[in-house]
């Protein structure tokens, strides 16, 4: 005999009968009653698939980790409170008509931080002019720094070139 489960079945046939004919009528109840019973070699396939997969998944949450700590590394967290000011980051898909030339200003600003959605995204005190929605993800956002407003803007109609502090002789 060739086949494994029909040698165990034969093995298991001492205990049925010695007549021929009663032995064939119980050899599928046999061989049920054989596969369904749960074998100590069974069980230490099964436990060893359960730890191997648990290791697998503690070395992929390890890993990934890893990845987010070096991805991150160098980044700050930029949040921003209600009430802060802010600098805009006009890109061309969302400000079309603000950014219709390399040479006008990449950004504007600074707006208002009416609400805090989440510390992914703002909602901004926008004039009308925009007409845009005015929620915004934190990469198009900067804080606003009263000290950095001395740069000069070439499209402000009265120009900020002078400084109050310096005195001429």
Aim: net charge negative; aromatic share 12%.
């Amino acid at each position: 005999m060739c086949n494994g489960s029909l040698d165990v079945v034969h093995l298991d046939s001492h205990h049925i009968s010695k007549d021929i004919k009663t032995w064939e009528d119980c050899l599928p109840h046999v061989e049920f009653a054989y596969n369904c019973t749960v074998h100590s070699d069974g069980k230490k396939k099964a436990d060893f698939v359960r730890q191997f997969y648990e290791k697998a998944r503690l070395n992929i949450e390890r890993r990934t980790e890893q990845y987010a700590k070096q991805a991150n590394r160098g980044r700050s967290k930029l949040v921003f409170e209600p009430g802060d000011w802010v600098w805009l980051h006009m890109r061309k898909e969302r400000f079309p008509a603000q950014r219709h030339s390399k040479l006008l200003p990449r950004g504007d600003g600074p707006f208002h931080v009416l609400e805090c959605i989440n510390d992914n995204a703002y909602k901004l005190d926008l004039p009308g002019e925009y007409n845009v929605n005015a929620t915004f993800n934190v990469t198009d956002l900067s804080p606003f720094d009263a000290v950095d407003d001395l740069w000069t803007n070439p499209f402000q109609e009265e120009g900020n070139d002078v400084n109050p502090g310096f005195v001429t002789g």
